[in-house]
């Protein structure tokens, strides 16, 4: 969207006064909009009816074109995207963020530890948050809430909802919608580590100010620099060596695959694959650890030809191996976690994968006429295993707990530093 739309989409909120009806837009024909949804994700998704069925998905369509007169965009988008996630496809999907009013996003974020929800930042006004795990919103109980945020993931597993419950349940308009809240004033209810209770007001519009993260030091090592495509360390100590990939994505691939214009920012594949692989070949190790944890994907081609050259060291003859995954390890970070377990067996560690190992992608969108709505859809399907799961399973689950994340402890390499393979 535009700077000039942003800002007229804005004006109108401010001047109308803030909550859903203020997004109202009488000009739009849904009838012909949703008809325009639906002719255009039969025509272009490669299988749409792979999960679902079409009866159920027209009657869906059918009910939002029954409720939509008088809703604004937004109330529309998500009902929308209620009827499109049923579809199961976790590429396939009505866009409603750009809808969301930066104002009315409540002023901290969280974290799914295993414990539950807890404050993971907040901006600095909100000191009184942190460390904190939220309980209730407006005497909602959290497990209502997240039950009625998940009927808009597409391809819905625990992990997804691990992975997007969090980033949707501070977006204030979306809380209204489902009826937790009015977005002038939200009460959030919390208990701290010792179970004590309390109660926090939020007040809407909230302005951002500095944000305060809520970080141990030193962080666990999965955590040390999670903004970095990929890294490494070796841990002569422990004859142990560590790779993180959070990112299918370098230098070489945006000169390639991308535009070209933000690659000299970017770091170089190809001169992190040659120190890679000079270690795996030079150093003693024992254990080697591949962390795919916070990779959602990108282009999956530059790690598939890296794993080949790996294989080409021998190392799994001198040391175990293991795959790190979890609730972010989706798209293309699935297809080169399976280039590892193809490639290694390694043992898995961790939780569930966010995208399934068989699925649908190579996202593609349309924007529908008159609303702006974009939709997005896949055209390819991947199939990766013959047994279709619902995602990459760990042989070893760990769920990183929140006492241990402050204590500055990675669950999961604990598990693997006591784990004996040999």
């Known amino acids: 969207m535009s700077k000039v739309h942003s800002f007229f989409l804005l004006l109108i909120f401010l001047l109308s006064g803030h909550g859903l009806a203020a997004m109202s837009n009488k000009d739009i024909n849904w009838q012909e909009e949703i008809d325009g949804l639906k002719r255009e994700l039969k025509a272009r998704h490669i299988d749409l009816f792979f999960y679902a069925d079409s009866n159920s998905f027209n009657k869906g369509l059918e009910s939002v074109i029954d409720r939509a007169e008088g809703k604004s965009i937004l109330e529309v988008a998500i009902m929308l995207q209620q009827v499109v996630a049923r579809l199961s496809d976790a590429n396939t999907q009505v866009n409603f963020n750009y809808l969301i009013d930066n104002t009315l996003i409540l002023p901290f974020q969280c974290y799914w530890f295993s414990e539950g929800l807890y ?45 997007l419950v969090p980033r949707m349940l501070v977006w204030g308009q979306v809380l209204e919608y489902f009826g937790f809240a009015q977005v002038n004033e939200i009460e959030i209810k919390l208990e701290d580590s010792t179970g004590k209770s309390s109660s926090e007001i939020i007040l809407l519009p909230s302005p951002e100010s500095e944000r305060i993260r809520v970080i141990s030091d ?20 422990d004859k142990l060596y560590y790779i993180q990939y959070n990112k299918c994505w370098s230098r070489e691939a945006e000169e390639e695959f991308g535009s070209g214009a933000s690659a000299l920012f970017m770091p170089s594949f190809k001169e992190f694959e040659k120190e890679a692989l000079k270690t795996a070949r030079k150093q003693d190790i024992e254990k080697l650890v591949i962390d795919f944890r916070f990779n959602s994907g990108g282009n999956p081609i530059q790690w598939t030809d890296f794993t080949k050259k790996l294989q080409k060291t021998r190392i799994e003859e001198r040391a175990d ?54 939709v997005t859809y896949s055209t390819k399907y991947f199939s990766l295993m013959e047994d279709d799961l619902q995602a990459i399973l760990p042989d070893i689950p760990v769920s990183q707990s929140y006492k241990g994340f402050m204590m500055g402890t990675d669950e999961a390499m604990e598990v693997i530093y006591m784990h004996s393979g040999r």
């Open 119 to 163: 404050v993971s930042s907040y901006w600095k006004d909100y000191g009184q948050l942190e460390g904190k795990r939220i309980v209730a919103i407006n005497d909602f109980p959290i497990g209502q809430v997240v039950d009625s945020l998940s009927t808009l993931i597409s391809g819905v597993t625990p992990s997804r909802l691990k992975t």
């Open 218 to 237: 030193p962080p666990p090592l999965g955590w040390v620099d999670r903004n970095m495509f990929f890294r490494d360390q070796y841990f002569p100590d």
């Open 321 to 374: 191996i293991y795959l790190l995954v979890g609730r972010n390890t989706f798209s293309e970070a699935i297809i080169n976690a399976m280039d590892v377990i193809k490639a290694f067996s390694p043992m898995v560690v961790g939780e569930e994968s966010g995208g399934k190992p068989n699925h649908f992608g190579e996202m593609k969108r349309f924007v529908l006429t008159t609303s702006n709505l974009v």
